[in-house]
T-cell receptor, first 115, second 114 residues
Framework: EAEVAQSPRYKITEKSQAVAFWCDPI?????LYWYRQILGQGPELLVQ????????DSQLPKDRFSAERLKGVDSTLKIQPAELGDSAMYLC?????????????FGPGTRLTVL | AQSVSQHNHHVILSEAASLELGCNYSYGGTVNLFWYVQYPGQHLQLLLK??????LVKGIKGFEAEFIKSKFSFNLRKPSVQWSDTAEYFC????????????FGGGTRLMVKP
């Protein structure tokens, strides 16, 4: 069964350092999402791509976060510099398209701890 | 803007007990509703969804949910829980101006005692 792949699964970093997370969506899925899930809360959307284009990044803290999906397949989410409040699970999801009936499939996530 | 609230943060049940997890959303337009489950150490996966039609929807593993439009609710139910249902459950909504962007509730952590 096809799955969304993410790496690394765990990342520990010190504040002010740069971190990057990678996501490989299910083959053929044009839409890719990055979510942040703070402990004890539900996931919150950070950015959504349709192919290589950003559809929505209104919740992405652009002063320190960046996301790219250069070839419209895999994607990287970067934080520079990391802050203590960035400690969270970062989830990637993908779907066939952007319509509201398209099921989103989630990856295992990257758990980030900022010290 | 859409918002989703889940009333119970933690629920503890014994095996064979009945389950009902509350979910309310705030949005007046047409919405699609979802329940996701996250088993320990696993990724989020879809449990069931409602788009239109019969407001009682059945999902995997014996779960069902009822959409009550007048109450803006989409509660999750299971008549008899098993130890393997121990997980975190998230209600989510999309639709309207938000398109397919999912808005999640805060989650309910269910523990089933054997």
């Amino acid at each position: 069964e096809a799955e969304v792949a993410q790496s690394p699964r765990y990342k520990i970093t010190e504040k002010s350092q740069a971190v990057a997370f990678w996501c490989d969506p299910i083959s053929g899925h044009a839409t890719l999402y990055w979510y942040r899930q703070i402990l004890g809360q539900g996931p919150e959307l950070l950015v959504q791509f349709q192919d290589e284009s950003v559809v929505d990044d209104s919740q992405l803290p652009k002063d320190r976060f960046s996301a790219e999906r250069l070839k419209g397949v895999d994607s990287t989410l970067k934080i520079q510099p990391a802050e203590l409040g960035d400690s969270a699970m970062y989830l990637c999801a993908s779907s066939l398209g952007t319509g509201p009936y398209n099921e989103q499939f989630f990856g295992p996530g990257t758990r980030l701890t900022v010290l | 803007a859409q918002s989703v609230s889940q009333h119970n943060h933690h629920v503890i049940l014994s095996e064979a007990a009945s389950l009902e997890l509350g979910c309310n959303y705030s949005y007046g337009g047409t919405v699609n509703l979802f329940w996701y489950v996250q088993y320990p150490g696993q990724h989020l996966q879809l449990l069931l969804k409602y788009f239109s039609g019969d407001p009682l929807v059945k999902g995997i593993k014996g779960f069902e949910a009822e959409f009550i439009k007048s109450k803006f609710s989409f509660n999750l139910r299971k008549p008899s829980v098993q130890w393997s249902d121990t997980a975190e459950y998230f209600c989510a909504v999309n639709g309207g101006n938000a398109g397919n962007m999912l808005t999640f509730g805060g989650g309910t952590r269910l523990m089933v005692k054997p």
